[in-house]
């Protein structure tokens, strides 16, 4: 059996994948198509999915600044929305009941908040992913998505305690002196070393921290995601995050596929499910209106808002508690988990093209931005520098050193993750805040002395999108950038980068030059 899941889930996400959608949209046509075939899942699946999301929430744990969760965009933003979807939820729901329209006529208006209640969340899982994908975690607008969908899930957990009639154990105090362990841990994970007791690591904290949390009454997702941050800022978080990228990535299959197997639906089922996906855009447009009332620059907003247009894995968890407890019908079950697999499709597929989307209606998206702006949304300039260097990882940092100190040039790098540059700014670099795919900071900077721009981001298509920035504000300089693989080598010079560089081709050329002396020594 589990031979037949792993067969129809490649063949379903291969095929998507060959018309250029996400491959997840496959796994969820995968889930469908084996129920319909008559397939049983069995434990398997279920312990797949759990581990999956298990270690999704631990490596948003590992990259979650716990600070970022009392800004006023991100704790403002998340309740603020979900308690005007539960709103309009209710009102719309009680309308389409007086209206007739069946699954929505037996509802009052305690079942109507409760299914208002469910839509209000955005998925972590799909969210994340597709953050993840195109390397946007680190950026603002993915730190304010993964900052609202954490306190979402905060609410989702204290729902299923308090449904749950069961409250945690006193033990439960004792979980506020966890962080008195950081010390300890940061040391373990220093001694696994880079191999495969680094992942191996990672499970067991992620696994152990959420069984300590169930043993006291609260659910383990939540052991996962606090532990993680507890571990945020260590030497090893970042190192430990990678570690377990495929891990996730394999396993959260299952959690796609399981959610085909919840039941299969009616003609009628499906109806009630698509109107609630014709709500997702009216979903997104809200979090872009309330984000901008809260000061976030207009493209923040809008990317963020597109992050969180899909509905929730624990919109089902809400569901399946309410019809436990017989507040809702056994339908409604079902109609979620179709209106989850349609938003995830929705935002698959609206989140590919994001970027261009925004370009295309920067100026009406703009209109809504707020007068005011926050400070943590400058647009700097990079003063007298004639180089750019976009990107300042390993790659970055080394081409910043080779301009700047061999070749006396006036550099500047540019980075989109903050707390990099606090490093490279104590480590003496010129380094500004600027995300290479935004157009409105290429339109801001002043480009006639800039010469040459490296792009040294490891995803090539954040290169891919930021030359046709570049073509849009008229740049006539040189630019350079890096490619893992031959087929993205070809891609990024069709694009109109001038010169682009093999990363792994060019090691051993770059290690010869660099050790030649050794061997001209006598």
């Keep these: 059996m589990d031979y037949i899941w792993v067969a129809v889930a490649f063949i379903c996400g291969y095929l998507v994948k060959q018309i250029a959608l996400p491959p997840l949209i496959g796994y969820l046509a995968a889930g469908f198509a084996l129920h319909a075939l008559g397939v049983q899942p069995d434990a398997s699946l279920q312990t797949l999915s759990d ?10 744990g590992l990259k ?17 929305h979900m308690a005007a979807i539960v709103l309009l939820t209710t009102v719309n729901s009680l309308v389409l009941g007086y209206v007739g329209l069946k699954y929505f006529v037996d509802l009052n208006w305690q079942s109507a908040a409760l299914i208002g209640f469910a839509v209000s969340f955005s998925s972590t899982v799909c969210a994340i992913k597709i953050l993840e994908e195109r390397g946007e975690l680190r950026l603002r607008h993915g730190q304010v998505a993964i900052g609202i969908l954490v306190i979402q899930d905060i609410a989702a957990v204290l729902f299923v305690t308090l449904a749950s009639g069961k409250a945690p154990s006193a033990w439960a105090l004792l979980l506020f002196g966890l962080p008195l362990l950081r010390p300890v841990l940061g040391k373990v994970l220093q001694r696994c070393g880079h191999g495969e007791m680094l992942p191996l690591a990672g499970f067991f904290l992620a696994l152990s921290f959420g069984e300590l949390f169930e043993l006291v009454g609260l659910k383990a997702h939540l052991g ?71 000061k976030l620059r207009s493209r923040t907003a809008f990317l963020s808002a597109i992050s969180l247009a899909n509905y929730s894995e624990f919109g089902l968890i809400v569901c399946a508690v309410s019809v436990g407890y017989g507040l809702l019908a056994q339908e409604w079950l079902v109609i979620m988990a179709l209106a989850v697999s349609l938003s995830f499709v929705f935002s698959a597929l609206i989140n590919a093209n994001a970027h261009r989307l925004y370009s ?43 301009f700047h100190d061999h070749l006396q040039k006036n550099v500047c790098g540019v980075d989109a993750d903050k707390e990099r540059i606090v ?14 795919e935004d157009p409105d900071f290429w339109a801001h900077i002043n480009l006639t002395s800039i010469r040459l721009i490296i792009f040294s981001m490891p995803n090539y298509l954040d290169s891919l999108e930021a030359v046709e920035q570049l073509k849009h504000v008229g740049y006539q300089g040189k630019t350079a950038g890096i490619a893992q693989y031959e087929d993205q080598k070809t891609l990024l010079l069709d694009a109109g980068i001038d010169e682009v560089f093999d990363y792994f ?18």
Aim: overall charge neutral; glycine content about 12%.
């Design 505 to 522: 081709a060019k090691v051993g050329t770059g290690l010869a030059e660099q050790s030649i002396h050794l061997a001209e020594e006598k």
């Design 423 to 436: 490093i490279q700014r104590q480590a003496g670099r010129h380094v500004i805040l600027g995300d290479a």
């Design 51 to 60: 581990l999956g999301i298990t270690l999704l929430l631990f490596t948003i």
């Design 360 to 402: 295309r209606w920067t100026h009406y998206i703009k209109s809504f931005e707020h007068s005011e702006r926050l400070p943590e949304d400058p647009l700097p300039e990079p003063g007298n520098a004639n180089i750019l260097v976009v990107g300042m990882g390993r790659v970055g940092m080394g081409a910043y050193d080779a």
């Design 224 to 294: 996962a995601i606090v532990i993680g941050a507890l571990l945020s800022g260590q030497g090893k978080a970042s190192e430990l995050s990678k570690s377990l990228l495929g891990f996730k990535d394999i396993f959260l299959i299952g959690f796609f596929l399981s959610i085909g197997f919840t039941a299969l639906p009616t003609v009628d089922m499906l109806g009630v499910a698509l109107i609630m996906a014709i709500a997702l855009p009216i979903k997104a447009g809200m979090f872009f209106v309330w984000l901008t009332r809260l």
């Design 64 to 80: 979650l600044n716990i600070r970022s969760l009392f800004k006023i965009e991100i704790w403002a933003g998340a309740s603020g």
